[in-house]
């Protein structure tokens, strides 16, 4: 590499995926995400990875999540329906604590949709699509060179707090070709997950430990233990101890929380003295900025806030930011589903106002800019 | 040239608009060394119907990534034509195969029978989208003719290399002598 190169972002996620060391993907395609898969079926295996295509997304969630217990860093793309069903084993990895990275490039819905356009319909699903209240963390780019960078930063969240981790892409940024000029895949940074130090005998899978992160054996290297979706107690086993099982679900939700502003992330673009901001995530970031920078220079001080974490939401910007600006336009390819968090963090101390669509295209520059010119 | 220039490739599905977009792209983007995006129409269309290839050029980096009013409008059919013309801007280009499109909607238009200069003078249809990239070329401006000559060479199948040249340098002579005539 290091030389320009025109990609698209589904081929961006397969580099990604590769230079961040993940050698196991299993996956059912489906567009908009099937080239993903397509290349890492042609390139994994040259680097002695394993692509297994499986008979649904079900099994797929399930192969990726053995596949992460045996040590290799895994992963998963699919989109909209195919999350759904995806949604059960989430909540395994989650519950097991086993690292694992799911792509969800957003099509059109709800159901089976609109397969080849863009939408922003599975933010809240993200964040709560399976049951029994997880916590999330998920990264959403607006670039293709940013798609390969979140990709290698979803492995390494994952290795770090041991959780599955989402990189919600829209079908815009999957599709669409950019120049890029991707680093040599020998220098990204890689983090490995913590290990045991202790004897196999002593090791305790699901250990209290300091930094609520227990380490993590790999199978088939001679600490066997009991991985089940049960609440369970250090030992793996499941327990019905009130004690323990508070413990473990408060460690579970609270992990993500603890580290939190290590975590969080997020683009400001001329802010410092907004008083409109556009708050926008995916593909819609880029016809955001495009529409502050017109305000702008039509006199109008507009800024951009893009949470490149979606989740964990960056609660804390938007509550400093609230007192200082006049609105904030959440522009979302869905009927809502941000603007609520938006209208959460800021306690409602500002004016809100949406611009949304559901069509199937893209929102454009004049659409937010029109809003903009509204509120000001 | 404005710093932002916006092209449109239309047809139907199967007359290799989306890898003619995406030569132009990289012509512009890896040879002249600028700032790109490609986007397509990406539904059952691409296999028959309307079928549309967009590319951005920019001096800056590319906000939206999308075309909205373009500079060139290249039109292979009539549905085509008919369905994006209006999005032209009002300087902009609009070149027709004028053997598939018998309506032009403005006079200024270029209208060159592409798919039987690339049946007549290359000896195959199937080269009517390199033709047109060698016309586009000539007519805008907007990449060097250098630039598309070694993107080609990158992207089309082994073995037809030789074919495909014939067709560019078919194309830039056509666009040339449209240019000169104007």
């Given at each position: 590499m290091e030389k320009p190169a025109l990609i698209s972002g589904n081929e961006a996620v397969a580099y990604g995926a590769l230079a961040a060391g993940v050698r196991f993907f299993a996956g059912y395609p489906i567009t908009p995400s099937s080239e993903i898969a397509e290349t890492l079926s042609e390139l994994l295996p040259r680097m002695g990875g394993k692509f297994v295509q499986m008979e649904d997304e079900l099994a797929s969630m399930g192969a990726i999540v053995g596949a992460s217990l045996a040590g290799v860093n895994s992963m998963t793309a699919t989109s909209g329906p195919g999350f759904s069903l995806m949604q059960e084993n989430i909540g395994f990895a989650f519950m097991t604590e086993v690292p694992c990275v799911i792509v969800n490039v957003q099509r059109g819905g709800p159901s089976t949709g609109l397969p080849t356009k863009p939408s922003q319909g599975d933010v809240m699903q993200t964040r709560w699509g399976t049951h029994g209240g997880c916590n999330t963390i998920a990264l959403c780019p607006w670039s293709v060179r940013e798609t390969f960078d979140l990709t290698i930063d979803c492995v390494n969240l994952a290795n770090r707090y041991r959780l599955p981790v989402v990189l919600l892409l829209d079908e815009v940024i999957a599709h669409m070709r950019e120049k890029v000029v991707l680093p040599s895949f020998g220098g990204v940074k890689k983090v490995q997950r913590k290990k045991p130090t202790c004897l196999p005998q002593e090791y305790l899978p699901y250990e209290i430990t300091e930094d609520d992160i227990p380490p993590m054996a790999d199978f088939g290297e001679g600490y066997r233990y009991h991985v089940t979706g049960l609440t369970h107690d250090p030992t793996g086993f499941p327990t019905s101890n009130a004690k323990e099982i508070d413990q473990l679900v408060r460690r579970l939700y609270g992990k993500i929380e603890r580290y939190r502003d290590e975590i969080t992330r997020i683009e400001e673009e001329y802010l410092a003295d907004a008083q409109i901001l556009v708050f926008a995530y995916g593909s819609v970031s880029r016809s955001a900025i495009s529409a502050v920078k017109e305000a702008r220079a039509r006199g109008i001080k507009a800024g951009l806030l893009r949470p490149v974490s979606i989740w964990p939401f960056p609660d804390k910007h938007i509550s400093r930011l609230a007192d200082q600006l006049k609105a904030i336009i959440v522009a979302e390819m869905n009927l809502g589903q941000m603007i609520g968090e938006v209208r959460r963090a800021s306690c409602e101390r500002v004016k809100i106002l949406g611009v949304t669509r559901v069509d199937g295209e893209l929102i454009t520059p004049d659409e937010i800019l029109t809003a903009i010119q509204e509120v000001s | 040239m404005r710093n932002r220039y916006e092209l449109r490739l239309s047809g139907s599905g199967g007359q290799g608009l989306i890898l003619a977009g995406l030569i132009l792209a990289e012509a512009a983007g890896i040879y002249d060394n600028r700032n790109v995006t490609q986007t397509q129409s990406y539904g059952p269309e691409a296999r028959g119907g309307a079928s549309k290839s967009e590319v951005v050029i920019s001096e800056s980096e590319i906000d939206y990534?999308?075309?909205?009013?373009?500079d060139l409008l290249l039109a292979l059919t009539q549905e085509a034509c008919d369905e994006y013309h209006?999005?032209?801007?009002?300087?902009g280009i609009l070149i027709v195969d004028s053997f598939r499109v018998k309506r032009v909607p403005s006079p200024g238009a270029f209208s060159i029978p592409i798919s039987q200069i690339a049946r007549k003078e290359v000896g195959k249809e199937l080269v009517t989208n390199i033709v047109a990239l060698g016309i586009i070329t000539e007519l805008t401006g907007v990449v060097s003719r250098e630039a598309v000559k070694r993107a080609v060479l990158d992207r089309v199948p082994g073995g037809t290399e030789k074919l495909n040249i014939k067709a560019l340098e078919v194309g830039f002579r056509i666009g040339r002598e449209r240019r000169m005539s104007r």
């Open positions: - | 990534p999308k075309v909205t009013r373009p209006r999005d032209l801007r009002e300087d």
